[in-house]
């Protein structure tokens, strides 16, 4: 019997499992489905600052896992971790927070004293900015924040920074400070030596680890939680062992959190009978709201004086924020990732991108299941691109990309201007092996000397005859390209959001405590009621860090 069972050993598990076990007289399990990485064990594509890699292992990934991007398209793989450090252990390593007003929203949309007044202390709480202090910044954080050094920022994202400030989008400090449209250095995540941080290292540090208690089972896949009544006891795991508890909090992920609610018996009565799976209390939220950002890029040939010197280092750089100005969509709403290269092999190293996605999407899916076997991945609908306004500013950044890279002062820094996002036939291109080496290799070198036939030969073999002076000159290809070439950000939320008990699409309330059963959480990215303009890590963060203080604050009252 423990106080505190954490299902699921990712950003928020691990953040949590390192808070609760500081009160020595508390027992706290931590369940991970993944392998254990520690500061000594780290993979090196883990431990890279280049995280190209990391996600295409499919040892750090829930392998059978697949998503259907837009209602035209076919499901296809997700990536999703499957690692102890969850998403922080593969992720692009970006530290940035999202605007004030995301969290203004969430307190009005039930999720009452979520706003950035309070949001901004754990902000403060969970980071060591070793660029920038005051009052929007921690200094005594587990997570080290920084912004790659100019020298070492690739000849190609200069020129874009230039050309876009020409363009009246003017470099600016702090990404991470006041919200304004411009462009900036990212902010990443990384050690001291410049490697890789998640929280599995940085929160759960091996003097964590030695508490003794805290118990980490890594190996171990969830079935349900276990319910006497309405009171949660304790969780079946996929072994068929039971392990016992005072309170459960469910850390799988915005995925995976909804699955294991709805294995338990708690979601659409309706849902719940066509499986057979025993009703313990009807919410409709669980599974619906399901938010990402949606993604296309822009990208070019790079000649060799355009290519980073620095092949190991963070591939994106720099970022630029700016507002569609659509109606209905509020600042700051674009976002576009400046990357040095595009993949990790010989040919994203030749290629520079403007990878755009929706800051402030308003389609919204649903995560339900196949069966109620805990094998068998749960069915993941984004409907991407159902709201009208994400689908005219997905066709905005196309256009905003290439008037970008075709502005007279890019012409020495790339040639052949081309329309790209991370589609199958991408993913499948970057996985490892000695018959994609040679494939890369060859089109690596024809690349390079195919001289004036260079557009035509990516017009053939790269795009496949999507040219991007096409889809600008023509509205419908432009539709009909994004709606099948969307992608996501790896960034799913809102599964299990935060909001009043009236309201039927909420399944917590503000603590994240489960409406309808008792001794029961929910804390990662499924609680956020709409998704934040920002990589969805950090605010996950600041998500698990306020919670714990919650749960440690009740248990101080508790008689």
Not at 88 to 93: D, E, Q, R, T
Not at 171 to 181: A, E, H, R, V
Not at 341 to 348: A, D, L, M, P
């Given at each position: ?22 009160d ?20 090196a ?47 692009a ?51 080290r ?9 690739s ?24 919200w304004?449209d ?96 025993p ?9 619906g ?22 092949p ?6 720099a ?11 509020v ?62 500013r ?50 690596s ?5 195919a ?14 005859g ?35 008990a ?24 499924s ?29 101080r009252?508790?008689?």
């Amino acid at each position: 019997m423990v106080d505190y069972l954490i299902l699921g050993g990712g950003s928020a598990g691990c953040v949590l499992a390192t808070r609760l076990s500081e009160d020595a007289g508390k027992t706290v399990c931590l369940i991970e489905a993944g392998r254990p990485i520690s500061a000594a064990s780290m993979p090196a594509a883990v431990r890279s600052r280049y995280p190209g890699r990391a996600y295409l292992d499919a040892g750090n990934i829930w392998q059978r896992l697949t998503a259907r991007m837009s209602g035209t398209a076919q499901p296809r793989r997700y990536e999703q971790a499957r690692i102890l450090g969850g998403g922080s252990a593969i992720n692009a390593l970006m530290a940035n927070r999202g605007a004030p007003a995301d969290y203004d929203e969430w307190d009005t949309l039930g999720a009452h004293g979520w706003n950035w007044a309070t949001c901004l202390p754990y902000f403060r709480k969970l980071e060591t900015d070793v660029d920038f202090s005051g009052e929007l910044h921690g200094g005594t954080g587990p997570l080290r924040i920084k912004r790659t050094e100019w020298p070492r920022i690739s000849p190609f994202v200069r020129a874009v920074l230039a050309t876009l400030d020409t363009r009246g989008h003017p470099l600016l400090d702090d990404q991470n400070g006041p919200w304004q449209d411009g462009t900036f250095v990212g902010a990443i995540a990384v050690s001291a030596a410049g490697e890789r941080i998640p929280t599995s290292i940085c929160y759960l540090t091996d003097a964590v680890r030695q508490r003794p208690n805290l118990t980490i089972r890594t190996g171990e896949t969830v079935d349900r939680v276990l319910f006497d009544g309405t009171r949660a006891i304790g969780a079946l795991l996929g072994s068929g062992e039971t392990v016992q508890t005072a309170q459960v909090i469910v850390c799988a992920g915005a995925i995976h959190s909804p699955a294991i609610l709805l294995r338990s018996g708690i979601g659409p009565a309706d849902s719940l009978a066509a499986l057979h799976i025993p009703q313990v209390a009807d919410r409709p939220g669980v599974g619906g709201n399901l938010m990402e950002h949606p993604s296309i890029a822009v990208s070019a040939f790079l000649p060799k004086s355009a290519r980073t010197p620095f092949p190991d280092e963070h591939h994106e750089q720099a970022i630029v924020r700016f507002s569609s100005g659509l109606p209905g969509t509020v600042r700051g709403d674009m976002h576009g990732a400046i990357l040095s290269r595009s993949g990790w092999h010989s040919i994203g190293y030749r290629l520079g991108t403007i990878f755009f996605w929706v800051n402030k999407s308003y389609s919204r899916g649903r995560v339900t299941l196949t069966s109620a076997n805990p094998l068998d991945e749960p069915a993941v609908e984004f409907n991407m691109l159902s709201d009208p306004r994400d689908l005219d500013r997905l066709k905005l950044a196309v256009r905003f990309g290439a008037e970008t890279l075709a502005d007279p002062s890019m012409a020495a820094h790339q040639s052949a201007i081309f329309p790209s996002s991370y589609s199958p036939r991408v993913a499948k291109v970057a996985v490892p092996g000695a018959t994609n080496a040679i494939q890369r290799g060859a089109l690596s070198a024809l690349l390079d000397w195919a001289g004036p036939w260079r557009k035509d030969l990516i017009h053939r073999l790269v795009t496949e005859g999507v040219s991007i002076a096409g889809l600008l000159a023509d509205d419908h290809a432009m539709t009909q390209f994004v709606t099948r070439s969307v992608g996501g950000t790896w960034h799913p939320s809102g599964t299990c959001r935060m909001g009043a008990a009236d309201d039927p699409a909420a399944v917590t309330d503000a603590s994240g405590a489960v409406y309808g059963v008792q001794n029961l959480r929910v804390c990662d990215a499924s609680l956020m009621p709409s998704i934040p303009c920002a990589n969805t890590n950090v605010p996950t963060i600041m998500i698990a860090e306020r919670i714990a203080d919650m749960i440690r604050s009740e248990a101080r009252q508790a008689p």
